[in-house]
């Protein structure tokens, strides 16, 4: 099983079991994302939901191109 946590609405966290996510909606406020039978409403877009699922930073826009490293000091 693969958790992740993400931020609930109302203001909450939950702790999910990605594997068991079946789809997403989107919605006004957010993202309403089924789970079998059940189903959370998330304040993430999409986009925002995809790189929380994935591990990245909730606003990665990729433009970096680190692929989830970061860049220290150059030489």
């Known amino acids: 099983m693969r958790f992740v946590q993400i931020e609930m609405l109302p203001a909450g966290r939950a702790l999910v079991d990605i594997d068991k ?11 309403r994302l089924f789970l079998g039978a059940q189903h959370l409403d998330v304040p993430h877009t999409l986009d925002e939901l995809e790189n929380v699922l994935a591990g990245r ?3 990665d ?15």
């Open 21 to 31: 996510l079946t789809h997403a909606v989107p919605q006004d406020t957010g993202t």
């Open 57 to 59: 930073a909730r606003d």
């Open 61 to 75: 826009d990729g433009e970096q191109g680190s692929a989830g490293f970061q860049m220290r000091g150059r030489r």
